[in-house]
């Protein structure tokens, strides 16, 4: 039990970076922009108790690991965040900063680590320790979890930020059609996702983010 625990440990701690940064980079923006909501809070900590959600970062990772899935998903509690205050402060483009503020961190994650792993490839597999096979584990799994939720996350479904951030452009450019139609259409946005993950439409609609990690890891 302990080799497993050992193995999946940088699996782990990559999903945990990409979650809770992920949702700090939310308030933290907010706070750039007047909103105190989430630093009042202590959701502006990299503590992990202060984000964990029992649902998304317990419940439902530690089923795919013991079911054995090769593939880890979850979510972080999300940051309170007051978006009138941004609002008043930042307009609708500062709304969108807020909203896309997880999605940069994830994608700046990945430009990180895939240059490090391409630095990491300088050193022959023959040399690989225990350490240096830890680190690669973890460069590699950052990649992918990060590339995969922030590809998610773009999606304009309701409640993911994709569909925030389309929400206040519309509002910005005075589309408010769209407006009404995206409030319409969060009570349903849960169930949507739950079509889109669990029918072989997934398999397409993930496709261009799996062609992309294939490069960088190739």
């Known amino acids: 039990m302990m080799e497993i625990i050992i193995e999946k440990a940088p699996i782990i701690l990559a999903f945990l970076i990409a979650i809770i940064g992920h949702e700090i980079m939310h308030g933290y923006s907010a706070?750039?922009?007047?909103?105190?909501?989430?630093?009042?809070l202590g959701r502006?900590?990299?503590?992990?108790?202060?984000?964990?959600?029992?649902?998304?970062?317990?419940?439902?990772?530690?089923?795919?690991?013991?079911?054995?899935?090769?593939?880890?998903?979850?979510?972080?509690?999300?940051?309170?965040?007051?978006?009138?205050?941004?609002?008043?402060?930042?307009?609708?483009?500062?709304?969108?900063?807020?909203?896309?503020?997880?999605?940069?961190?994830?994608?700046?994650l990945v430009a990180v680590?895939?240059?490090?792993?391409?630095?990491?490839?300088?050193?022959?597999e023959d040399n690989h320790d225990a350490l240096t096979s830890f680190i690669v584990m973890f460069v590699v799994y950052s990649i992918i979890?990060?590339?995969?939720?922030?590809?998610?996350?773009l999606w304009p479904v309701p409640p993911l930020d994709g569909s925030q951030a389309l929400k206040y452009f519309a509002m910005k450019h005075k589309w408010y059609n769209l407006v009404v139609w995206m409030n319409k259409l969060a009570p349903y946005g849960f169930f949507i996702l739950i079509a889109?993950?669990?029918?072989?439409?997934?398999?397409?609609?993930?496709?261009?983010i799996y062609w992309l990690i294939s490069k960088l890891l190739s």
């Not at 419940?59 to 978006?83: D, E, H, Q, R």
């Not at 889109?196 to 261009?208: E, N, V």
């Open 31 to 40: 706070y750039k922009l007047g909103d105190n909501t989430a630093k009042a």
């Open 44 to 108: 502006l900590s990299i503590n992990p108790l202060k984000h964990i959600d029992p649902i998304g970062s317990l419940l439902v990772p530690s089923l795919l690991f013991a079911s054995g899935a090769n593939f880890l998903f979850g979510w972080a509690k999300p940051v309170p965040i007051n978006m009138h205050t941004v609002m008043k402060n930042g307009g609708e483009n500062g709304a969108i900063k807020v909203s896309l503020a997880g999605i940069a961190f994830n994608f700046s």
């Open 113 to 124: 680590f895939s240059l490090i792993y391409l630095l990491l490839g300088a050193i022959p």
């Open 145 to 153: 979890i990060n590339a995969i939720l922030g590809f998610f996350n």
């Open 196 to 208: 889109l993950i669990a029918t072989p439409l997934s398999k397409y609609l993930f496709a261009p």
